[in-house]
């Protein structure tokens, strides 16, 4: 078998592929190895995949991104199994017309990026004390509402229903101990 | 409407059963007819809620003087779980100082 070094890139959900094809003596091509890039932050990952008959490929990426919430934000269609979260990604086959294939990553946790205003991120870094310490901090504020498990029992549409909607079941939880 | 270019951002990282439970929280919120609300506004929410509840949330025996530093002390214990049982302490001695 020839191989030979084909570099098609193909971007879809923020994820650059990067194919190596390999040719065999009766000129049929058939990819191997991948890598794949998160794109512009410059976060990079590595990985191999192999192809099944059914044009799906499996993959089992290390989780080497130093910044993984940046790659995890932009991660589409997450199931979970018993093997932990899935994450699919579309990317663009190379001999086919259309978005067929789906990649699976699987990872332990999820990221998500947040945006706060000034008055929300002073509180967070009061709370946290040290700028290294509002993740933790993120971390224990969402693990308190899920301890209090705020049961909703109403219409919820915007971000002011909600924060009312959250305040009342502190509130109950203050009169009830 | 807010500048939204002025915002802070920050990458959280949750473990999946958090993450799963936010998610369960977002879709509970549509299935109650409301819309389902990105993740990032829900966890603002959370912040905001606990900042305007005027909960004195006491960190301080985690934020002490002696020569430990917190990011050493946190490598130690978890600050999440101190963080959540700290609230929950506030809670209560706001309960019980509005029930005198």
């Keep these: ?177 | 409407m807010a500048d939204k270019s002025s915002y802070d951002r920050v990458s959280l990282t949750l473990p999946a059963e958090l993450h799963e439970w936010l998610h369960q929280f977002t879709l509970e919120i549509k299935r109650n007819g409301g819309y389902k609300l990105p993740k990032t506004l829900v966890i603002r929410a959370f912040i905001r809620t606990i900042m305007e509840s005027g909960l004195a949330i006491d960190l301080g025996n985690i934020k002490d003087t002696s020569n430990a530093s917190i990011a050493d002390k946190v490598s130690s214990i978890k600050l999440e779980d101190i963080l959540v049982s700290r609230i929950i302490d506030a809670i209560r001695s706001h309960g019980n100082r509005t029930s005198q």
Excluded at chain 1, 47 to 73: H, K, M, Q, R, W
Excluded at chain 1, 90 to 96: A, E, G, N, R, S
């Design chain 1, 1 to 177: 078998m020839k191989p030979e070094r084909r570099k098609h890139v193909r971007r879809s959900c923020g994820f650059i592929i990067d194919y190596q094809h390999m040719e065999d003596e009766n000129g049929n091509l058939s990819r191997r190895a991948a890598s794949i890039n998160v794109s512009k932050e410059g976060l990079c990952m590595r990985s191999a995949y192999e192809e099944n008959e059914n044009d799906v490929l499996l993959l089992n990426i290390p989780y080497v991104t130093p910044n993984p919430g940046i790659f995890a934000a932009k991660v589409k269609h997450a199931v979970k199994t018993e093997h932990g979260f899935l994450y699919g990604l579309y990317v663009l086959p190379l001999f086919q017309e259309r978005y067929s294939v789906i990649d699976t990553i699987s990872l332990g946790s999820e990221s998500i990026e947040l945006a706060f205003d000034g008055k929300e991120a002073e509180f967070l870094r009061n709370l946290a004390g040290d700028e290294s310490l509002v993740g933790p901090v993120l971390e224990g504020v969402c693990a308190f509402w899920n301890e209090l498990n705020p049961k909703i029992g109403s219409r919820i549409s915007t971000f002011e229903e909600l924060t009312e909607f959250l305040s009342g079941e502190l509130e109950k939880r203050r009169k009830g101990g």
